[in-house]
């Protein structure tokens, strides 16, 4: 047997998204463009739900944890990435791949349940006002938000340890330009089936649940909507989800194309992957603050304050 295939591997190679000099330049400049981009609106957005008063909600509770992911998801990768590129050194230890792998996962699952909650938050706005108040208390938000949480540690656990619990010999490049879960799969040495049903039972888990309240919460609000007798109650209703409605097509629409995607077309997954992970992140809080007049005018109040 070869000596390599012997090796215990100890540090992936991430062979990152080109070669090319000048493709290289334009992706750090877009990968650091979009992350201050991110890393402010998302800090702008915590800080405003935590300092304005109007904002103290469970809508903006709720949105105040989808910042936290979205920053935690992007802080996890981009300047991981941009390192590599700026550095041209491609190696991750194994367990900071492992460390990797545990954020991106914890980040996005948690951000799967949390869209979900939103959704049943904005079900019960619209569809059942009268007791909106009685029903999403704080205690109920906090829960609520405990469990998106440790719903995302969980996933991230189980998808963690069954991907780098496998024995991994030799070849150590993974053909990304982070650690993701199918791309580690396929450098595996050994049978990888168990990995994969497991990884597929908690992808349905983490993945199927949330949409199913969110599509559920939606058939709701809409059957309410289409009741309304009036055009500026359509009007009202359609505009205290719309911005949730948004983020949600782009972040499941992203989420089933990298799946949809066939492994043999590596490049389209990392492209796909770029969005989702990269862009994603920072057109959230934009959407948010574009489409709401609140989160405007409690931008003009901390402007007003200082």
């Not at 050194?89 to 991106?104: R, V």
Request: aromatic share 12%; net charge positive; charged share 10%.
């Amino acid at each position: 047997m070869n000596l390599n295939n012997q090796t215990w591997v100890t540090e992936f190679l991430l062979l990152g998204l080109s070669d090319d000099p000048q493709t290289q330049l334009l992706l750090i400049i877009l990968f650091l463009g979009v992350y201050l981009g991110t890393v402010l609106g998302s800090l702008l957005l915590i800080y405003l739900v935590l300092t304005d008063s109007h904002l103290h909600t469970p809508m903006y509770f709720f949105l105040f944890h989808l910042s936290l992911a979205d920053l935690g998801v992007s802080t996890t990768i981009v300047p991981q990435a941009l390192f590599h590129m700026l550095t041209r050194k491609k190696a991750i230890s194994f367990m900071g791949c492992a460390a990797q792998l545990f954020f991106t996962l914890h980040f996005g699952s948690t951000q799967c349940s949390l869209l979900a909650v939103m959704s049943y938050d904005r079900y019960l706005a619209i569809c059942d006002p009268m007791h909106y108040s009685l029903i999403m208390t704080g205690r109920l938000c906090g829960y609520l938000a405990l469990v998106c949480w440790v719903c995302g540690i969980v996933a991230s656990s189980v998808d963690t340890v069954f991907t780098l619990g496998l024995p991994y010999h030799g070849d150590n490049r993974i053909a990304h330009f982070f650690c993701d879960v199918p791309v580690i799969l396929t450098l595996a040495s050994g049978d990888t089936h168990k990995a994969e049903i497991a990884i597929f039972f908690m992808g349905v888990v983490i993945l199927l649940t949330p949409v199913s309240l969110i599509l559920v919460s939606y058939g709701f609000i809409i059957v309410t909507v289409i009741r309304m007798k009036t055009t500026s109650g359509r009007l009202k209703a359609f505009s205290t989800c719309g911005s949730h409605l948004l983020v949600v097509i782009l972040f499941y629409g992203t989420l089933i194309s990298s799946f949809m995607t066939p492994k043999t077309l590596r490049e389209q997954m990392k492209q796909v992957a770029v969005f989702f992970v990269v862009i994603n992140p920072m057109l959230n809080p934009i959407i948010y603050s574009l489409r709401n007049k609140e989160v405007k005018r409690a931008f003009k109040n901390a402007i007003n304050r200082k």
